[in-house]
């Protein structure tokens, strides 16, 4: 997910500071990795740099001064590009755990075990998404990410499904290379 992106699209409903746009995040993406405030300051700061954003003003009520940012017409421009595009499927199509798999059988590991724990990793975090889709007065966003999680992992499930069936052509095949 493009930070700098986001940033500029919870600036599109108006002016507001870093402390703001952070909360709005942890709000807006629920499920996402939430974002650090160095991270919000130093995006920020590119988007200036860039001509994206710019200070709308510096406020202190009593508190640390707080400065607000707003887009600019330029980053009005580039957030509409962006948000416009289509995200490409994945482009390759090794992942970690497959990945973990190989490495397993060239090392002389267990891989069936590996895929057996791995499995177990998918059902507990797919246990817990469900309680949080599930749990009263959960927003729409928060089921919607849950829901993209939980569907990834279950394409996930069905892979280590296959491919631990499929285990002992690929130990052979990967033995033989």
């Given at each position: 997910?493009?930070t ?8 599109a ?26 991270q919000?300051y ?8 860039d ?12 508190g ?7 887009t600019?017409?330029?980053?009005e421009?580039?957030?509409a ?15 970690e755990i497959?990945?973990k ?5 060239l090392?002389?590991g267990?891989?069936?075990a ?7 990793a ?6 817990e ?18 829901d ?30």
């Amino acid at each position: 997910m493009s930070t700098r992106h986001v940033l500029l699209g919870l600036l599109a409903s108006g002016p507001s500071h870093g402390y703001d746009l952070k909360r709005r995040h942890d709000e807006q993406f629920p499920e996402a990795r939430p974002l650090a405030y160095g991270q919000v300051y130093t995006t920020l700061q590119r988007l200036v740099r860039d001509g994206l954003a710019e200070v709308d003003g510096t406020e202190s009520d009593g508190g640390p001064e707080r400065t607000a940012y707003r887009t600019t017409e330029a980053g009005e421009r580039e957030l509409a590009c962006w948000a416009g595009e289509i995200a490409p499927p994945a482009p390759f199509v090794t992942n970690e755990i497959f990945a973990k798999v190989v490495v397993s059988i060239l090392s002389g590991g267990d891989p069936a075990a590996y895929l057996r724990a791995q499995r177990a990793a998918h059902m507990g975090r797919m246990r817990e998404l469900t309680a949080v889709k599930s749990a009263a007065g959960a927003g729409l966003a928060t089921v919607l990410s849950a829901d993209y999680a939980l569907n990834h992992l279950d394409a996930d499930l069905r892979w280590i499904t296959t491919t631990a069936a499929r285990l002992t052509t690929l130990t052979a095949e990967v033995d033989a290379a």
